[in-house]
C-alpha cells in the first residue's frame, strides 16, 4: 500500500460528504423556505407518501440541517445511514408508486451509495467532528 492512500481516500471521502451534504442543504432550503411545509406536505400527498402530514417536514427538516452536518462534517456516519433510508424510499416512491422509471431515481440512487459510503467508511478527515475528536 502507498503511504498517500489514507490521505488521498480522505480527501475522497471529503469530497463525497461535502457534495452530497450541499445537494440536500440545496433540496432542504427549497423544502422549508421556498415550498414551505405546506407545500412540501402537498408534494408529498400527491405522490402516495405515507404520513406526508408527518414525513413531508421530517425530510425537509433532515436534508436542510443533516446537510449542513454533513458539509461541516459532523455526524457523517448516522447522516449517511439515515440519507441512505431515506433514497432508498424517493427510489421507491419515484420507480414503484409514480411509475417514473429509473431515469427519475438516478439522483436519488448516488445518494443511496453516497449515504452507504459515508455510513461505512465515515466522512472524511477534513470535518468539524474530526477536529472535536482530536481535542478531546
Do not use: C
Not at 31 to 39: A, E, H, P
Not at 56 to 81: D, K, N, S
Not at 112 to 135: D, N, R, S, Y
Amino acid at each position: 500500500m502507498f503511504q498517500g492512500d489514507h490521505r488521498n481516500a480522505a480527501i475522497g471521502l471529503t469530497l463525497l460528504r461535502v457534495t452530497a451534504g450541499l445537494i440536500l442543504l440545496q433540496a432542504g432550503y427549497a423544502k422549508v423556505f421556498i415550498q414551505g411545509f405546506g407545500g412540501t406536505i402537498q408534494q408529498f400527498k400527491m405522490m402516495g407518501v405515507f404520513l406526508a402530514q408527518v414525513t413531508g417536514p421530517f425530510v425537509a427538516a433532515l436534508e436542510l440541517v443533516g446537510g449542513a452536518a454533513l458539509v461541516l462534517g459532523i455526524w457523517p456516519r448516522y447522516l449517511g445511514g439515515a440519507f441512505s433510508i431515506q433514497f432508498v424510499v424517493a427510489t421507491y416512491v419515484k420507480v414503484v408508486l409514480l411509475r417514473t422509471g429509473w431515469e427519475a431515481a438516478r439522483i436519488d440512487l448516488l445518494l443511496v451509495a453516497a449515504g452507504v459510503v459515508l455510513l461505512t467508511q465515515g466522512g472524511g478527515a477534513f470535518g468539524l467532528g474530526e477536529l472535536l475528536k482530536k481535542g478531546s
